[in-house]
């Protein structure tokens, strides 16, 4: 089993920047993708962004690209989601994801989906004040 928890969400005003964190307790059981999604009051979860843990390939929602940036540490199994030009449209609970070892290898665009999710970590919550 995979634990994921994130860390580093707040309060901020619009045009800020927070970096997230989401630190893995083990690689064992990951295959190679982890993606941030958000789920904003009253709508269903969104892809924002992933990244892959052997090649560095990212890829992004055209609502964030070129605002949020995803970057992994793969000594400390940790990836992280720096976010900057917050706005209130921004506001969400943040998630990280990991697929799973043994699962099918698809196209990186694939993994904009969550069932390509084997393990979620319980969220963080982001909160931009206009």
């Known amino acids: 089993q995979v634990q994921l928890v994130e860390s580093g969400g707040g309060l901020v005003q619009a045009g800020a920047s927070l970096r997230l964190s989401c630190a893995a307790s083990s690689r064992t059981f990951i295959r190679d993708i982890m993606g941030w999604f958000r789920q904003a009051p009253g709508k269903g979860r969104e892809f924002v962004a992933l990244?892959?843990?052997?090649?560095?390939?990212?890829y992004y929602a055209d609502s964030v690209k070129g605002r949020f940036t995803i970057s992994r540490d793969n000594a400390k199994n940790t990836v992280f989601l720096q976010m900057n030009s917050l706005n209130p449209e921004d506001t969400a609970v943040y998630y990280c994801a990991a697929d799973q070892r043994g699962s099918s290898r698809y196209t990186l665009a694939s993994y904009t989906a969550e069932e390509r999710y084997a393990y979620w970590g319980q969220g963080t919550q982001v909160t931009v004040s206009s």
């Open positions: 990244i892959s843990w052997s090649t560095d390939s990212t």
